[in-house]
């Protein structure tokens, strides 16, 4: 059996492996053996009675912690079995903290480390109390905005509005009240929610948005500052009037703006972004606007034994930011818990739209949203012939041209039909399945 998250093998023992142990500790747990190959072969140890002595003294001396040793004796030679426990609270070798993730062993530093103490906590990086912050440096039209929001949507009483704004962050569990401490710290979630400029605090809180020809050049951009509520304001705002256009169209005499994306599902994707975000990896969250997709980029991490099939099912809420996202449910932001990726799809299915697409690469989390091209004001960008230009829109709902169709629908030779189609798919608007008379072009 090979090596994996909870296995280590080892041919002989030295005592820098007191350094997997202490990563089991911090992680899942897992058992090293001790005289056995890479393979998992017993290769059998030498003084095997001694180190069954010897390991559990010094695991307790220096790394605090109790391990199960056990010596077992076969004919291909005695082998040593060392179980570790997953262990609450952090544990250290010699000031180092290890931890296993797959089948190797990992020493924490920087903002994985602070990330990993503070779970250790009990705590998430966005429950941090802040000092020398006090709420009247905090932003009053931004409290304000909230409890407007949060009475409208029934999230808060009436009695809130007059409530003063230290009692709503202490309602809201955006203080932490320390031992010695008077008045309390407020939270970095607080920080973010509610001051003028939390980029003070926080570097890269905020969030970059551009407009892409393609994927090399940009033809504009805006950022957008300031806390997190008016971020969101402003960036669907800019979004909505600057960067994605509208279908006009009228009922009676009475204008109508339909927007290539639903105003909601976007909305709900950069909720999403702003509560799973990892601001301590100090980057701004980025949009990504195309002629015919749009792909929202934060950095975030899925929970720990999470897929993006996780995501794509019914699940709980497990928010990265829980603080950040509880005052974004208060406000009346967010509907209910755990529904934002559901939502947003069914926004897009009932709208004739592609579903929204998700990549988790390393700590890089993309959504992606694609517009109906098939509409005649996009296809006329493509400098289409009358003839493709009408096949697009009215083979639309079957999905699929098929050439012999086309031919017959519009009168006209093989060989025509077959450059028109093939036009088509090198304009990247139709994909050819099969070969020549039984070819099919599907829509996207």
Not at 20 to 32: L, R, S
Not at 155 to 174: A, M, P, V
Request: aromatic share 12%.
């Amino acid at each position: 059996m090979a090596e994996s998250q909870n296995t280590e093998y080892k041919s002989s023992w030295r005592d820098e492996y007191l350094k997997w142990i202490c990563g089991f500790a911090n992680a899942d747990g897992g058992t090293i053996y001790v005289g056995k190959d890479d393979k998992g072969r017993i290769i059998g140890t030498v003084n095997a009675q001694k180190l069954l002595e010897e390991i559990p003294n010094k695991v307790r001396d220096v790394l605090g912690i109790l391990v199960d040793v056990n010596l077992h004796e076969t004919q291909q030679g005695n082998f040593i079995e060392i179980f570790v426990e997953p262990y609450p609270n952090a544990v250290n070798y010699k000031g180092q903290y290890h931890y296993r993730s797959g089948n190797t062993k990992q020493e924490l530093k920087g903002a994985a480390l602070d990330k990993f103490l503070l779970q250790k906590k009990g705590k998430r990086w966005d429950g941090v109390p802040v000092p020398t912050v006090s709420v009247g440096d905090l932003k009053k039209e931004t409290f304000d905005f909230f409890k407007k929001k949060g009475i409208n949507s029934k999230r808060l009483t009436e009695e809130t509005f007059s409530e003063d704004n230290e009692h709503l962050l202490e309602n809201l569990k955006l203080i932490e009240n320390l031992p010695g401490i008077t008045n309390g710290y407020l939270k970095r979630a607080a920080l973010l929610l509610f001051h003028p400029d939390p980029e003070k605090f926080v570097t890269g809180a905020y969030i970059k948005m551009g407009y892409f020809e393609n994927e090399a050049d940009l033809i504009f951009q805006d950022e957008i500052h300031g806390n997190l509520f008016e971020q969101i304001e402003k960036t669907i705002d800019l979004l909505f009037t600057k960067y994605i256009k509208a279908l006009i169209s009228y009922e009676g005499i009475h204008r109508v703006e339909t927007y290539e994306y639903p105003k909601e599902a976007i909305r709900e994707a950069l909720l999403n972004a702003i509560s799973h975000k990892d601001y301590s990896g100090l980057t701004p969250i980025q949009i990504r606007v195309y002629r015919d997709k749009i792909m929202i980029w934060n950095e975030g991490h899925l929970p720990g034994d999470w897929t993006i099939n996780n995501l794509l099912k019914s699940h709980s809420s497990r928010p990265y930011n829980p603080d950040i996202a509880n005052a974004f449910f208060r406000s009346g932001y967010v509907e209910s818990w755990g529904r934002g990726i559901s939502k947003m799809t069914e926004l897009c299915v009932a709208r004739g739209l592609p579903k929204p697409t998700y990549l988790v690469e390393g700590s890089d989390f993309w959504v992606e949203f694609r517009k109906d091209i098939y509409h005649k004001e996009y296809l006329q960008e493509f400098e289409l012939n009358k003839r493709q230009l009408d096949a697009l829109l009215f083979f639309k709902d079957k999905g699929e041209i098929i050439s012999s169709d086309y031919m017959k629908h519009y009168n006209i030779s093989e060989r025509t039909a077959r450059y028109d189609l093939a036009e088509l798919v090198e304009k990247k608007l139709l994909i050819r399945v099969g070969e020549k008379k039984s070819s099919k072009y599907m829509f996207h």
